[in-house]
Every structure is written in structure tokens, then in C-alpha cells.
């Protein structure tokens, strides 16, 4: 695990969004594995501003998200459809059909067995960005879900549904299931971005880097993968 360690976030943010410009420019077709919450928008804003100012091409971009709330409607403003259109997708020259996040409404079981086939038919994905939940969740695989997973249906936990609260007027209004890209999804992309900033994340990244593999920690598993780079602020990583 490579660890680049960055005094503030707006640092980390800009070393991040380097690298997957600097993967366009070699590849553009690139292959883009997305997360959301608060972690990635930083990222998302230096993205943008390197479109408008550069004009980094995103014609041929291919995205997959990792991650939605079962029962919210793509339209829905809580959706992590409508995250992804407002903070990304909107502001560049994406095509929109080339943007993938799973449909959280209709025939789940369907729906994370066509995500895969989707996946798979753009040849994987070849940069993967994730975040990390406080109790070392990585999408929505939650302490105790099998490394052997692919895309699924997935309980949040109540931690995960506490922190995902700051979206929602109250804890009670946030969905409490979500389809997920699995660990064996995420582990087939061929380089791993993880970002953690704050000291909320310390402990969970000093479990991650430096504790056992084990799936009470999901993220853990990241210790297995050939190609993964940490970006954390200071805060983030004080404990390693
Ligand atoms: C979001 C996702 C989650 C978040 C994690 C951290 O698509 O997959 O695993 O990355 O919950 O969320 P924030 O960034 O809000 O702390």
C-alpha cells in the first residue's frame, strides 16, 4: 500500500484529481470507479475546475458508482444519482449514458446482476476512488460482509446511517439498504485511490493499514491488492 500523506485536504484533493486527469490524458477511455458522501467532493471541484480551465476531455470517460440507496428514484435529490450529476457529471463533457450508478428502484436482484455484466463489458474498471466509513466500511460493505461479494443488496449499518444523516434532515429519513458494488468488485479494479481526511478517520486507517485482514474491518482487505494509494491529511493519518 502506497501512502501519500498531505498536510491539508484541499492538498490531497489536487494530488487525487492529478492523477486521474494525468489517466485520461494516457487513456481516454479510462475506466473510472466513483464514490460519493463528503470525502470525494473536493476531488470532484478540482476536476471541474481543470475542465473549465484545461479542458480535459471526457468524451469517452466510462464511470461506475459504487454505490445507491435502495428505493430512491434516480431523480430524487437524496440520490446518489442526483450527487453525481450535481457535484460531476453535469460539469463536464461526459456522455451521460457512459455514467453508471445503480438504479436503487425496481427488480434489485436484477439491477446487481446487470451491474456486473456492465462492468465487466467495459473490461473493468481501471482507477477505482473510494472513501471509508468510520467503522471501516468500504461502498456500503458493512464489518462482517464476505470478501467473496459482488454487486448486492446490502443493510446499512447503524453508524453508517448516523453518519450518512448529515444529508438528511434526520437519521430516520435516510434509506436503511443500498445496492453496493462486493469486495471482489472492488478488488477486480486494477488501482485502488483511497482517500480519508479528518481525525474521525484516524483509528479505522491505522486498522486498515496495519491490522489484521479481516472482514469486522472490510476495508482491510485492501491489504491483499497489488495496486492501492492511500491520499490522507495529516489528521487523517496521525495514528500510522
Ligand atoms: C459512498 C461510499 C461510502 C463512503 C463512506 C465515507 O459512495 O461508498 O463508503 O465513501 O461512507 O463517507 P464520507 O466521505 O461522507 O465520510
Redesign the pocket.
Known amino acids: 500500500m502506497k501512502i501519500n500523506t498531505f498536510k491539508d485536504p484541499i492538498q490531497v484533493h489536487r494530488a487525487v484529481a492529478k492523477e486521474i486527469i494525468e489517466a485520461i490524458q494516457q487513456r481516454p477511455n479510462l475506466v473510472l470507479g466513483l464514490?460519493?458522501?463528503?470525502?470525494?467532493l473536493g476531488t470532484y471541484a478540482e476536476l471541474v475546475k481543470d475542465h473549465q480551465e484545461n479542458g480535459t476531455d471526457y468524451g469517452q470517460v466510462i464511470t461506475f458508482?459504487?454505490?445507491e440507496y435502495e428505493g430512491l428514484d434516480p431523480n430524487d435529490p437524496k440520490s446518489?444519482r442526483h450527487f453525481m450529476n450535481q457535484h460531476l457529471f453535469g460539469h463536464l463533457n461526459i456522455n451521460q449514458k457512459n455514467t453508471h450508478v445503480p438504479l436503487g428502484t425496481g427488480d434489485i436482484e436484477k439491477e446487481c446482476r446487470d451491474y456486473e455484466d456492465r462492468i465487466k463489458s467495459a473490461e473493468g474498471i481501471d482507477i477505482q476512488l473510494?472513501?471509508?466509513?468510520i467503522n471501516g466500511?468500504?461502498?456500503?460493505n458493512e464489518p462482517g460482509t464476505s470478501f467473496d461479494t459482488y454487486t448486492h443488496a446490502a443493510e446499512l449499518s447503524e453508524d453508517?446511517i448516523l453518519?450518512?444523516s448529515?444529508f438528511f434532515e434526520s437519521p430516520n429519513q435516510v434509506p436503511t439498504r443500498a445496492i453496493?458494488m462486493g469486495i471482489k468488485s472492488i478488488l477486480q479494479a486494477k488501482r485502488i485511490f483511497l482517500i480519508a481526511l479528518g481525525l474521525s478517520?484516524a483509528q479505522v486507517i491505522k486498522g486498515m493499514v496495519s491490522g489484521p485482514v479481516s472482514e469486522s474491518l472490510p476495508a482491510s482487505v485492501l491489504q491483499n491488492h497489488a495496486d492501492v494509494t492511500l491520499f490522507l491529511n495529516e489528521e487523517a493519518a496521525s495514528l500510522l
Open positions: 464514490s460519493t458522501g463528503s470525502t470525494p458508482n459504487l454505490d446518489y473510494l472513501g471509508i466509513g466500511h468500504i461502498g456500503f453508517t453518519a450518512n448529515k453496493t478517520k
